[in-house]
């Protein structure tokens, strides 16, 4: 059982190149967010997918788009990446119930030149 | 809207001190309430949650927090620090609507002296 996982650990990126950032999670659960983490800012949501078949934005999700490929993956692709995306990103799931937990990948640390 | 706050960006402790973490958050209903602690390199581990009931609750490693709805306020607490609790603590706030959009406050960085 790995959890939620996220590909790849690091990336380097020109301005104006894109990308995708995987993640995956083998614990069945409905719904999936994706955060990015600035110093001093805590983790801000970009976008979740509440259930299979659905995405939504979150807080920031400008420069950013999402697809929920089944209901283990869900991607984050930046289509022209700026260095204002220079972040951590992290992957999350949860079963999809009000009150239970989000469980974390181990992230991904991006930077935009 | 939800909000949090932890007022102290970073927290120096002695190896073996007690230790507490300020969360206060606004929030229009009770809220559900998180603490999630980050390792360096690492995603974030929950550390307890709460949700209803008891105003304090216990953790994983040792770690209590207590809700005070008067104070808007969920503080976190460990009677004594080890070197292993040297890490990025987070508070967050769960929202009422069933897809879990948390609001994560800014952290707070605690570093453990010997």
């Known amino acids: 059982n790995a959890g939620v996982t996220q590909t790849p650990k690091f990336q380097v990126l020109k301005t104006g190149q894109s990308m995708t950032l995987q993640c995956a999670q083998d614990m069945n659960h409905n719904s999936m967010y994706w955060y990015r983490q600035d110093p001093g800012m805590g983790l801000r949501l970009i976008y979740y997918?509440?259930?299979?078949?659905?995405?939504d934005k979150g807080e920031v999700p400008n420069g950013y788009n999402v697809s929920r490929l089944n209901k283990r993956e869900f991607s984050l692709r930046l289509e022209s990446a700026a260095p204002s995306q220079t972040s951590v990103y992290f992957c999350?799931?949860?079963?999809?119930?009000?009150?239970?937990?989000?469980?974390f990948g181990p992230g991904t640390r991006l930077t935009v030149l | 809207a939800q909000s949090v706050t932890q007022p102290d960006i970073h927290i120096t402790v002695s190896e073996g001190a007690s230790l507490e973490l300020r969360c206060n958050y606004s929030?229009?209903?009770?809220?559900?309430l998180f603490w999630y602690v980050q390792s360096p390199g690492q995603g974030l581990q929950l550390l307890l949650k709460?949700?209803?009931?008891?105003?304090l609750v216990q953790g994983i490693k040792g770690f209590e927090a207590e809700f005070k709805r008067s104070q808007s306020s969920f503080n976190l607490r460990k009677p004594s620090v080890h070197w292993s609790d040297a890490a990025e603590y987070f508070c967050a706030v769960g929202g009422t609507d069933s897809w879990g959009k948390f609001q994560f406050g800014a952290g707070t960085q605690v570093v453990v002296t010997p």
């Open positions: 999350a799931s949860r079963i999809g119930q009000r009150t239970d937990t989000q469980y």
């Open positions: 929030y229009g209903a009770t809220p559900y």
């Open positions: 997918s509440a259930s299979e078949g659905t995405t």
């Open positions: 709460y949700f209803s009931g008891d105003t």
